[in-house]
């Protein structure tokens, strides 16, 4: 799936743009504005690496799914989940009457 090697790919992006991950950081002798922009900065990225790690998650499911021939399918209900829903969300776990129930 395109998508999954899209977000991996952010996922190495983010990281690279990560002040903590800069080799120098530990031994540098910033001033005190700087660590702090950094760790504003590091706690972003953070934020962002946790959010499509999640995504690639999502994906793998639907992956594993689809190796299954479970892909479609509604986890509750057992029906297939409409296409034009898929298109929207292809992780779609539910149908949209059950993704309702489960809110409720
Ligand atoms: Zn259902």
Redo the contacts with the bound molecule.
């Keep these: 799936m395109k998508e999954k090697v899209k977000s991996l790919k952010q996922i190495e992006e983010l990281k690279k743009d990560d002040p903590f991950s800069d080799p120098e950081h530990a031994s540098d002798n910033a001033a005190i504005d700087t660590d702090v922009r950094e760790q504003v900065g590091h706690d972003t990225i953070e934020a962002e690496v946790k959010d499509l790690e999640r995504r690639v998650k999502e994906i793998d499911v639907a992956l594993r799914k689809i190796i299954e021939h479970q892909y479609g399918i509604?986890e509750?209900?057992k029906?297939p989940i409409p296409q034009a829903r898929l298109r929207l969300i292809p992780e779609a776990a539910?149908?949209i009457?059950?993704e309702k129930k489960l809110r409720k």
């Design positions: 509604c509750r209900c029906k539910y149908d009457d059950c």
